[in-house]
């Protein structure tokens, strides 16, 4: 009987987060926004501001190898991973609440520059730690972190707001991020000094506030997600949640540094990397078919970071689908990155 | 050299929480009204409200066992403690995000059951779940609930405002949830029926949120906390932050029922638990000298549940006393449960 039972892994995580919806209760408040299934939870505050709030837990082996990742490096990046979601609403970081599961063997000091790097990384938003919460562990260390942002009422950008013909955007380039886990896992620290920046990009991303804030400030973007699952998985959310399709321009898709190269060392197709590596955090946002792309040119300019646009909203019946250099339409699946399969 | 490096085990959860505080710079942000340090972080919303903001991290085999409590349990339990830090600042509970780290062969109907204790807990109190994250683990469930809630701007109470000569009283019987989690670790699941009360006690905490909001709502309390550390330990918690002493009277604490027999079981004294014992979620809390007892006696009675006064507030140099039967002077240790110590 027993060995028949399902498994929480049968399902993965978004089969999980699908039952956890079925047995949750409508939510009756007003003042909820917006619940389970975006970036953040949107509550009204008053009729200017809206808090946003999201929690991310980390688990060693699952997340993160501590040979891999400084103590400091660590507290930085599970708050950037946080920040990122406050980012992909428009919003702006307040304030943290840091729950720790600690091995007690776990060196103190390890312990302090875990913090340190959470606390730079805040700093750099003038958002700070409010309260937490810490346990002994037996083995691993997982870290939990709940963020608290908040938005203009109606500025803030949701997975719900794409329409068809809207033009599809993403910042910086994909892929990066997994090609830097894969150099740290055949390297570890002794990668090639070239691929510095690749590694950097997995040990340290960058939450895209000022991005974030200053898309949805044109008024024009209907539509914002952070890429955290992959490319593919997360315009999916996007395509789900807005009841429409897409398709992606192969040709558009900006493409890491050193590709060739990876492509042999991970085995992986340069095109597999974009579409469906995690954990880049940039954002993917969904512009009206009639904005002015000029905003959106002088962000990236005064940010000096890339947006690019790749491609745009079809309806839901046209599907989803990569339209390759030879025009071929191939459908996208939608796999991502599921820390249950994986 | 490593064997003398410090782990975090070697300072404990207390200090801990010390350096974390050294690390994090000093808020300057007028709206955080309370950062670290009280049962809840507390943010101004507006002139007349503010927001209650906690979270509590549960770790398998260090808060739980899933061999002594059924996952419905479980899920009710884990809510209720973070509800119980609601309550001990006179707050409303409102919304919860939960994190949850589980292990890939979890049982999907257990996790399902989880869920579903955590739904049935929050609809008491008409909150509801609005985020959450999941992740895999090797091997042990962790729990992480954040909760918000909201409190009248001028009626929230903390740890800090206990003042000489203040009366303290507590709510309900202290050591029941200890004797009851000694009772399971006796006997498993066939424990004694009549010890049913006392297992329940440890299984299934009530988080007094009536209770707190009605002694806030008197005006004449001056600091609140829960008892999820112990009596000595969370008095101690009210004495630190209010810069005073205080003397509790042995003979006025309230006695858990069957003491004598939980003491021939678990070879603790029944005073050991009343001051040491963890995790009864009563709310300990100080009224002002010249308080009116009869608004006191009336909650009491409104919600059928014993509030008793157990000592009163004393000078700092007076230090931290019991007062036995006898009239002798004990001075209290204020240890309680530490999770890594422990």
Same mark, same amino acid.
Request: contains cysteine; hydrophobic residues 40%; negative net charge.
């Given at each position: 009987?027993?060995?028949?039972?399902?498994?929480?892994?049968?399902?993965?995580?978004?089969?999980?987060?699908?039952?956890?919806?079925?047995?949750?209760?409508?939510?009756?408040? +007003?003042?909820?926004?917006?619940?389970?299934?975006?970036?953040?939870?949107?509550?009204?505050?008053?009729?200017?501001?809206?808090?946003?709030?999201?929690?991310?837990?980390?688990? +060693?082996?699952?997340?993160?190898?501590?040979?891999?990742?400084?103590?400091?490096?660590?507290?930085?990046? =599970?708050? =950037?991973?946080?920040?990122?979601?406050?980012?992909?609403?428009?919003?702006?970081?307040?304030?943290?609440?840091?729950?720790?599961?600690?091995?007690?063997?776990?060196?103190?000091?390890?312990?302090?520059?875990?913090?340190?790097?959470?606390?730079?990384?805040?700093?750099?938003?003038?958002?700070?730690?409010?309260?937490?919460?810490?346990?002994?562990?037996?083995?691993?260390?997982?870290?939990?972190?709940?963020?608290?942002?908040?938005?203009?009422?109606?500025?803030?950008?949701?997975?719900?707001?794409?329409?068809?013909?809207?033009?599809?955007?993403?910042?910086?380039?994909?892929?990066?991020?997994?090609?830097?886990?894969?150099?740290?896992?055949?390297?570890?620290?002794?990668?090639? +000094?070239?691929?510095?920046?690749?590694?950097?990009?997995?040990?340290?991303?960058?939450?895209?506030?000022?991005?974030?804030?200053?898309?949805?400030?044109?008024?024009?973007?209907?539509?914002?997600?952070?890429?955290?699952?992959?490319?593919?998985?997360?315009?999916?959310?996007?395509?789900?949640?807005?009841?429409?399709?897409?398709?992606?321009?192969?040709?558009?898709?900006?493409?890491?540094?050193?590709?060739? +190269?990876?492509?042999?060392?991970?085995?992986?197709?340069?095109?597999?990397?974009?579409?469906?590596?995690?954990?880049?955090?940039?954002?993917?946002?969904?512009?009206?078919?009639? =904005?002015?792309?000029?905003?959106?040119?002088?962000?990236?300019?005064?940010?000096?970071?890339?947006?690019?646009?790749?491609?745009?909203?079809?309806?839901?019946?046209?599907?989803?689908?990569?339209?390759?250099?030879?025009?071929?339409?191939?459908?996208?699946?939608?796999?991502?990155?599921?820390?249950?399969?994986?």
């Amino acid at each position: 009987m027993h060995s028949l039972e399902m498994k929480v892994s049968d399902v993965g995580e978004f089969g999980l987060i699908n039952r956890i919806q079925k047995i949750l209760p409508t939510i009756r408040d +007003e003042n909820v926004l917006l619940g389970i299934g975006d970036d953040t939870a949107v509550i009204k505050i008053d009729e200017n501001r809206v808090q946003l709030l999201t929690c991310d837990i980390q688990v +060693e082996d699952q997340h993160f190898q501590l040979d891999q990742i400084s103590p400091y490096q660590l507290g930085r990046r =599970a708050m =950037a991973v946080n920040l990122s979601d406050i980012a992909a609403m428009g919003g702006t970081p307040r304030y943290a609440l840091i729950s720790l599961g600690i091995p007690p063997s776990f060196p103190l000091s390890d312990f302090e520059t875990l913090i340190q790097g959470m606390r730079e990384q805040l700093d750099e938003f003038s958002a700070h730690v409010i309260g937490g919460n810490l346990s002994g562990t037996s083995e691993k260390l997982v870290i939990d972190i709940t963020l608290i942002g908040e938005a203009r009422h109606n500025r803030f950008l949701t997975r719900s707001g794409a329409r068809v013909r809207d033009r599809i955007f993403v910042t910086g380039t994909l892929g990066a991020s997994r090609a830097g886990y894969y150099l740290l896992k055949k390297f570890g620290l002794q990668y090639p +000094e070239k691929f510095e920046q690749l590694v950097q990009s997995h040990l340290q991303p960058i939450p895209r506030i000022e991005l974030g804030r200053q898309i949805a400030a044109t008024g024009m973007a209907t539509a914002m997600i952070d890429i955290s699952d992959g490319l593919a998985s997360d315009l999916n959310h996007i395509c789900q949640m807005s009841g429409v399709g897409a398709e992606l321009y192969q040709s558009q898709i900006p493409v890491i540094e050193h590709s060739i +190269e990876i492509e042999k060392i991970t085995g992986k197709s340069f095109q597999d990397l974009m579409l469906h590596a995690s954990e880049d955090y940039e954002l993917l946002f969904t512009l009206k078919k009639d =904005a002015n792309i000029n905003l959106i040119k002088k962000i990236s300019t005064q940010y000096n970071h890339a947006i690019t646009e790749i491609g745009r909203i079809a309806t839901k019946s046209e599907g989803y689908h990569l339209i390759t250099q030879n025009k071929e339409k191939i459908p996208i699946k939608p796999t991502g990155w599921d820390h249950f399969l994986q």
